[in-house]
Nanobody, 123 residues
């Protein structure tokens, strides 16, 4: 069973930056895509960004384009989400997800999820 553990969340001010990490362990897919999602209080979970196994392809939600950057280090089994110019509306629990790398990067299917890390942006 794949386990995903997020870290790096915290309380920051508007305009600040944070980098989230997601470390994978357990049963290993041969190749896997990684994604980031978030859920704000009272709202449904929404897609933020995804990255292919080789990192050659990335996909972002329009609301974070130009501010967030997804990356990965396969040697460390870790994915990252660099978040710049944070806004109060970015406040949410951020989750990472993984799946075998055999679907289009825009697919909404994800097989494994982390427990989430809280990001709070004050105005």
């Amino acid at each position: 069973q794949v386990q995903l553990v997020e870290s790096g969340g915290g309380l920051v001010q508007a305009g600040d930056s944070l980098r989230l990490s997601c470390t994978r362990s357990g049963r290993i897919f041969s190749n896997y895509d990684m994604g980031w999602f978030r859920q704000a209080p009272g709202k449904e979970r929404e897609f933020v960004a995804s990255i292919s196994w080789t990192a050659s392809n990335t996909y972002y939600a329009e609301i974070v384009k130009g501010r967030f950057t997804i990356s990965r280090d396969n040697a460390k089994n870790t994915g990252y989400l660099q978040m710049n110019s944070l806004k109060p509306e970015d406040t949410a629990v951020y989750y990472c997800a993984a799946r075998p790398a055999r679907l289009p990067l825009t697919s909404t299917r994800w097989d494994s999820w982390g427990q989430g890390t809280q990001v709070t942006v004050s105005s």
